[in-house]
């Protein structure tokens, strides 16, 4: 693939990553603050880790993937 094609894949990739973030942003179902996402804070400390977004977002990005195969 030559490089010019390459430049605009990944330009319209980021185009609509861009309209999706701005999109989600809206959503009542906030991602990052789901049930089950780990949050610790202490008193000079914090620790965060979005265990059930990043299952959530593995399972739509692997239904995706296996629909784009077919």
Do not use: E
Not at 8 to 20: D, E, F, R
Not at 53 to 61: A, G, K, N, P, Y
């Amino acid at each position: 693939m030559p490089a010019g094609r390459v430049l605009i894949v990944l330009g319209l990739i980021l185009v609509v990553a861009g309209v999706l973030v701005s999109l989600l942003g809206r959503l009542p179902l906030r991602l990052g603050h789901l049930p089950g996402d780990i949050r610790i804070q202490g008193r000079n400390s914090s620790f965060y880790f979005p265990l059930t977004t990043c299952v959530l977002i593995s399972v739509v990005l692997s239904v995706a993937m296996w629909l784009f195969r077919k």
